[in-house]
């Protein structure tokens, strides 16, 4: 399937739709179209079609965000010769579905995080996956952040034991855009459409971010969840992203998801992990933190200052040993030899162009991209278990293998 839409010079075209065009829409067609500007790609990715179910409003986001067709339908936009590759930027509810309707018709898929809304959702995509992946079709999850240089150099650090045997992982993400307790019900407010509140919506990039960096999986958890403001104004205006326009006289409805999850775990090798999920942390506007102790050193991170990288070499000598700040901006350093000389920093946006990327190549080899959907049905499990075990008073809640 990879490249069955012609050629772009010596390069075969790997053509794209996209469903969904509001925040993760616009981040990814942000990728999509600079990613074979910056990089040296095996394929051509083209912007081909994109999907909203509001026919004008789709048709004015072609026009804004470099797409050269609309469709109002997903299951048009998967039917589509031109698109090899469907890209799921649109909430929970509807990650399963589109999903496995595009691997069963022989697209390769990219789909936002978390997973799905459901284990039992994600296990099945899971399955539609492996099942596709045996015709060639592969599948990925949107969890974006593991292409932050600063995280991808930390990954090869943890690997070639630069912290050694790993004791603790330490993950928040914190944002406070539900302080005030006047902002409507939106999607991400409401379980059948998310899930899960802050626990999917950032923990789940916590514990993938925690996980890929320990390189192993959490094997259990005892958690506190909790839900400070139940009630909301109803929206009656447009939502997107984080934000929306207020609730004005359309009355009120019940919060159905968590606005903050704490959680501590453990890894099988025996390190302890301590995680924290919130939109109700005041000042902190995309604070997604961590940091890994080990028996020869410490690395932190903190999405706030993206292009650093804090480490600390325990078997330096006391006297000079210590925390430095490591600028992630060199050629040398995972995807920078493809972007600006040291020092001039990279952007949140960059990490959807280094998620193309990488999906791109692994299509063109015809490799599991990673994070793959079993991955994501793995981090949807610890969702699971940490809302079972917030349920049953923080009791410790294995996460089956
Ligand atoms: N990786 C990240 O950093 C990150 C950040 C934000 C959101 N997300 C994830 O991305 C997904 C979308 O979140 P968002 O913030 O972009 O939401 P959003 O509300 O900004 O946009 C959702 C889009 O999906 C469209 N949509 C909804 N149902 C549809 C359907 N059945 N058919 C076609 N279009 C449909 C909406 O019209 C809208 O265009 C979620 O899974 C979310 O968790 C990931």
Known sequence: MAGSNGHDGARPVLGVGMVGYAFMGAAHSQGWRTVGHVFDLPLTPSLAAICGRDASGVRAAADRLGWAAAETDWRALIARDDVDLVDICTPGDSHAEIAVAALEAGKHVLCEKPL????????????????????????????????????????????DGRIGTLRHVRAHYLQDWLVDPAFPLTWRLQRPHAGSGALGDLGA???????????????????????????????????????????????????????????????????????????????????????????????????????????????????????????????????????????HGLGYEHTFTHQARDLVTAIAEGAQPHPSFADGLQVQRVLAAVEESAAKNSVYTPIPA
């Open 116 to 159: 799905a809304n459901s284990v039992e959702e994600a296990e099945v995509m899971a399955e539609a996956a492996e099942r596709a992946a045996a015709n060639g079709q592969l599948a990925m999850v949107g969890f974006n952040y593991r292409r932050v240089p600063a995280i991808a150099l930390a990954r090869r650090m943890v690997a």
């Open 205 to 343: 990039h916590a514990v993938d971010l925690a996980q890929y960096l320990a390189g192993e999986p959490v094997t259990g958890v005892s958690a506190l969840t909790e839900t400070f403001v139940r009630e909301r104004p109803l929206l009656d205006g447009a939502s997107s992203g984080l934000s929306a326009a207020g609730g004005g006289d359309a009355g009120t409805g019940p919060v159905t998801v968590d606005d903050a999850a704490l959680f501590t775990g453990r890894f099988a090798s025996g390190a302890l992990a301590s995680f924290e999920a919130t939109r109700f942390a005041a000042g902190r506007k995309n604070a997604l933190t961590i940091e890994l102790n080990g028996s020869h050193g410490t690395l932190a991170f903190d999405l706030e200052r993206l292009n650093e990288l804090s480490f600390h070499d325990h078997t330096e000598p006391a006297e000079r040993a210590g925390f430095r700040r490591i600028l992630a901006t060199e050629p040398e350093h995972p995807y920078l030899e493809a972007w600006w000389p040291p020092g």
